[in-house]
């Protein structure tokens, strides 16, 4: 009977808390998708409001003349298209690549350069300089899809109640000669986008709840966005920030996904950069809850409108099961557990995680464009693997929690392998 009672309590605290919360959460978000898709039913347009879409360049030369020409190469008619690049302390040869292309594209385009760097400052000068209707903020190292313009729009001319939305950021294919270790990750980066914008932030949209406009591809309604004190510099995720601003100072307007609306961008160069990316991204998170407390008292457990808590709660206090599942099992092991029920515990739960993808991917190929349609099904090997991708992102992620509370925030992050090496280098030089 003892041991019948210590199966249950392993079972129930190390595996259905977390298939329980997750299961739950995969099949809301699933379902509330799948009704989200069949009411999206919008009229032509009209007419074609003024678009400035805001292109912040430091050292992009690799990337902007692609940038420039998707633009360029929109269905919307490039006479109501306005870009703005603004220069914040380049030193390669971004303004050569853009005198090249400015002389051949038929697109309104002006280069301004700031004296000073911060993608922040570089946006908000671009605002106040900003003619359209519509301002859209660009990263000079994506591309956008022919009709991405024409699509939010669309949505947004049909729609005076939209404030802001965030187009789907989509990550292109690796390039052929591309090593192993990157290339897999690019491939995992693929499914990661593709079902956190068509599935998990459309389902944040049926909320009301969307966490974040995305800094690659977003856009605003001018008059909305100038009564915002627009993108902070004392946050390193100034794009979460500023969607934060916006559910204070809006009323009966909103803000939501447009995954109709694509923009590409490249895949991760490599395991030390995809760690950077995360734990900053961690760490705005947390700066920009703690700026914010008013929102953050919003009670976790009302079904609709923007509530950071529930995000945090679930994002940490319930990821703790996954951070002892790793830490303790030897430990397990001590205490009188068998090996094999503990294997056995880790197969159900990857099992479990394993369902989840495949339950992401299904809804998420049904609401895609037929391109996408087709690398998913080339990439759907990876399924396997991306219940290990995503647990090695948390640990990413918990690395930034660590960094919020010990480190002042920066853009540039040094992974544990590389401070490891630096830190090795140090102590051979004070040795010498």
Same mark, same amino acid.
């Given at each position: 009977?003892?041991?019948?009672?210590?199966?249950?309590?392993?079972?129930?605290?190390?595996?259905?808390?977390?298939?329980?919360?997750?299961?739950?959460?995969?099949?809301?978000?699933?379902?509330?998708?799948?009704?989200?898709?069949?009411?999206?039913?919008?009229?032509?347009?009209?007419?074609?409001?003024?678009?400035?879409?805001?292109?912040?360049?430091?050292?992009?030369?690799?990337?902007?003349?692609?940038?420039?020409?998707?633009?360029?190469?929109?269905?919307?008619?490039?006479?109501?298209?306005?870009?703005?690049?603004?220069?914040?302390?380049?030193?390669?040869?971004?303004?050569?690549?853009?005198?090249?292309?400015?002389?051949?594209?038929?697109?309104?385009?002006?280069?301004?350069?700031?004296?000073?760097?911060?993608?922040?400052?570089?946006?908000?000068?671009?605002?106040?300089?900003?003619?359209?209707?519509?301002?859209?903020?660009?990263?000079?190292?994506?591309?956008?899809?022919?009709?991405?313009?024409?699509?939010?729009?669309?949505?947004?001319?049909?729609?005076?109640?939209?404030?802001?939305?965030?187009?789907?950021?989509?990550?292109?294919?690796?390039?052929?000669?591309?090593?192993?270790?990157?290339?897999?990750?690019?491939?995992?980066?693929?499914?990661?986008?593709?079902?956190?914008?068509?599935?998990?932030?459309?389902?944040?949209?049926?909320?009301?709840?969307?966490?974040?406009?995305?800094?690659?591809?977003?856009?605003?309604?001018?008059?909305?966005?100038?009564?915002?004190?627009?993108?902070?510099?004392?946050?390193?995720?100034?794009?979460?920030?500023?969607?934060?601003?916006?559910?204070?100072?809006?009323?009966?307007?909103?803000?939501?996904?447009?995954?109709?609306?694509?923009?590409?961008?490249?895949?991760?160069?490599?395991?030390?950069?995809?760690?950077?990316?995360?734990?900053?991204?961690?760490?705005?998170?947390?700066?920009?809850?703690?700026?914010?407390?008013?929102?953050?008292?919003?009670?976790?457990?009302?079904?609709?409108?923007? /509530?950071?808590?529930?995000?945090?709660? @679930? &994002?940490?206090?319930?990821?703790?099961?996954? *951070?002892?599942?790793?830490? =303790? #099992? %030897?430990?397990?092991?001590?205490?009188?557990?068998?090996?094999?029920?503990?294997?056995?515990?880790?197969?159900?739960?990857?099992?479990?995680?394993?369902?989840?993808?495949?339950?992401? /991917?299904?809804?998420?190929?049904?609401? @895609? &464009?037929?391109?996408?349609?087709?690398?998913? *099904?080339?990439?759907?090997? =990876? #399924? %396997?693997?991306?219940?290990?991708?995503?647990?090695?992102?948390?640990?990413?992620?918990?690395?930034?929690?660590?960094?919020?509370?010990?480190?002042?925030?920066?853009?540039?992050?040094?992974?544990?392998?590389?401070?490891?090496?630096?830190?090795?280098?140090?102590?051979?030089?004070? *040795?010498?």
């Amino acid at each position: 009977m003892s041991d019948l009672i210590t199966n249950l309590i392993f079972w129930g605290v190390w595996l259905l808390a977390p298939m329980l919360v997750d299961g739950l959460t995969t099949l809301a978000s699933l379902v509330g998708t799948l009704a989200q898709r069949r009411r999206r039913r919008y009229p032509a347009l009209a007419h074609f409001p003024l678009v400035t879409i805001i292109v912040p360049v430091y050292n992009s030369a690799d990337t902007l003349e692609t940038c420039l020409r998707s633009i360029a190469a929109q269905t919307y008619p490039t006479g109501q298209i306005d870009v703005l690049l603004i220069d914040n302390g380049t030193s390669d040869d971004s303004f050569a690549i853009f005198s090249r292309v400015h002389g051949e594209l038929r697109l309104a385009m002006h280069w301004h350069t700031l004296i000073g760097r911060g993608k922040s400052r570089a946006l908000n000068a671009g605002i106040h300089m900003a003619r359209g209707q519509y301002i859209c903020n660009l990263d000079s190292d994506a591309a956008l899809a022919p009709d991405a313009i024409a699509q939010i729009v669309t949505v947004m001319e049909a729609d005076p109640q939209l404030a802001a939305g965030t187009g789907a950021i989509q990550v292109l294919e690796p390039e052929p000669g591309a090593p192993p270790i990157p290339r897999l990750l690019g491939e995992c980066e693929f499914l990661e986008y593709l079902t956190a914008f068509n599935v998990g932030r459309t389902y944040q949209t049926l909320q009301q709840n969307l966490y974040t406009l995305s800094g690659a591809f977003s856009f605003f309604r001018r008059s909305v966005l100038l009564r915002t004190l627009l993108y902070s510099q004392e946050t390193v995720t100034e794009d979460t920030d500023l969607t934060f601003q916006l559910y204070e100072v809006l009323t009966d307007e909103r803000i939501s996904c447009i995954t109709e609306a694509i923009a590409y961008v490249h895949p991760i160069e490599s395991l030390a950069r995809l760690y950077a990316q995360r734990v900053r991204w961690q760490r705005g998170q947390l700066e920009v809850s703690a700026r914010y407390t008013r929102l953050m008292r919003r009670p976790f457990w009302q079904p609709f409108g923007f /509530v950071p808590s529930r995000v945090l709660l @679930v &994002d940490h206090t319930l990821a703790f099961p996954r *951070l002892i599942w790793t830490m =303790l #099992l %030897p430990v397990l092991i001590g205490f009188g557990y068998s090996s094999a029920l503990i294997v056995s515990a880790l197969l159900v739960l990857y099992g479990f995680y394993l369902l989840v993808e495949v339950g992401w /991917v299904a809804v998420a190929l049904i609401g @895609v &464009d037929a391109a996408s349609q087709r690398r998913l *099904l080339r990439t759907l090997w =990876l #399924l %396997p693997i991306m219940p290990l991708y995503r647990m090695g992102i948390f640990w990413f992620r918990l690395s930034g929690f660590i960094h919020a509370t010990a480190e002042p925030g920066t853009w540039s992050v040094t992974d544990p392998l590389s401070q490891v090496r630096d830190g090795i280098a140090d102590l051979r030089r004070r *040795l010498r």
